[in-house]
């Protein structure tokens, strides 16, 4: 059984930048495709960004482009969401999220295992 665990959320000024880590654990997980989530208070849950398994590609919410990255470590198990130019829109908690397959989607209906979620809060 995957796991997920993620860490790096907390509070940054608006322009600024943090890193999430997931940590997969669990023999498949390097072949999973990965996502990343975000809910805001109030809002429903939303795709941020994923990225497939070996030898697919990444994907990425409109609003996210040119300011996050989805990166991964094949070899920790684990992605990272390197986020810049942060804006207090910004500010949820986001979710690790892995899906037993290798492309990727963009619902929150396609993933099978989640992380706890972590923080994040951009101050103007």
């Known amino acids: 059984q995957v796991q997920l665990v993620e860490s790096g959320g907390g509070l940054v000024q608006a322009g600024g930048s943090l890193r999430l880590s997931c940590a997969a654990s669990g023999r498949t997980a390097s072949s999973y495709a990965m996502g990343w989530f975000r809910q805001a208070p109030g809002k429903e849950r939303e795709f941020v960004a994923a990225r497939g398994g070996p030898g697919t590609s990444t994907y990425y919410a409109n609003s996210m482009k040119g300011r996050f990255t989805i990166s991964r470590d094949s070899a920790k198990n684990t992605v990272y969401l390197q986020m810049n130019s942060l804006k207090p829109e910004d500010t949820a908690v986001y979710y690790c999220?892995?899906?037993?397959?290798?492309?990727?989607?963009?619902?929150?209906?396609?993933?099978?295992?989640w992380g706890q979620g972590t923080q994040v809060t951009v101050s103007s």
């Open positions: 999220a892995a899906r037993r397959s290798i492309w990727i989607r963009t619902s929150v209906l396609d993933y099978d295992v």
